[in-house]
């Protein structure tokens, strides 16, 4: 079942009501998911952030076999979270950092355009199931700290989203570790979500290293691609996502829930 929401409303005024309703479900936006429960989010998603399995295996906190194991047997239940920590995979701390970092990521994300209607599904859960609930505000509010501290170091939101290119002469060996390590996977292709899976690191904290690149005029947006070579075939050089197309996926979910 899917119930309409006003179409006229931005996502932050959409989750102030829902959670004034203590509504359970997913609300989705242009650019990520929002998974509610009693009024207060428990997971969020964006394409444009890397998942919380990506974060915790190429960490080396959870062995891949372990998250798929997980999944497997626990998906269906919603407790993919809990049951990482009862085999004794992860410990509660442990998955509860992890997790408030990744649903902050995607919360950015999911919160940065309101180009297109959102839909709010009731009744809906995570697979993941909750791990630390938190509050609709917390998450607005993080956000907008968040975006106000990117637009001090460099304006230009454009660095959070497209491929990225290297200026003449950049040298990763010139910077300090973590900004050096940053601007050594940039390359023309890759996306802040993809650099920061590939360092296994918080997507906001890839965020501020690439503005502050960008400030220092190390990085910039690559150019678009000429239209003959917007969509590479099969196997093409420079198809830099390897991830699944989530937008596709959702079409395709929600088709079905349509039925």
Known sequence: MTTAVPTDATA??????????????ALTTASGVFYLSAGQVVHVESALSPALGDLLTRSGAVAPDGWWDAVERAGARHRVGRHLVDSGRLTTGA???????????AAYFALT???????????????LGAVRPVSVETVLSESRRRRALLHRIWPDPAVDTAPLVRAPGADPADLPPRRGRTLAL?????TAAQIASALACRTFHTLVELRRLAADGLVT????????????????????WDEPDTALLRRLLDALEAL
């Open 186 to 190: 940039v390359d023309g292709a890759s």
């Open 221 to 240: 947006p690559a150019p678009p691609p000429p239209a003959a070579a917007a969509l590479p075939g099969p196997g093409a050089p420079g198809a830099a």
């Open 113 to 127: 355009h309101d180009d297109r209607p959102a839909r709010f599904r009731p009744g809906v859960a995570h697979w």
């Open 95 to 105: 998955l509860e950092l992890c997790h408030l970092g990744a649903l902050f990521d």
């Open 12 to 25: 932050p005024a959409l989750l102030g009501s829902l959670a004034a309703d203590r509504a359970t479900g």
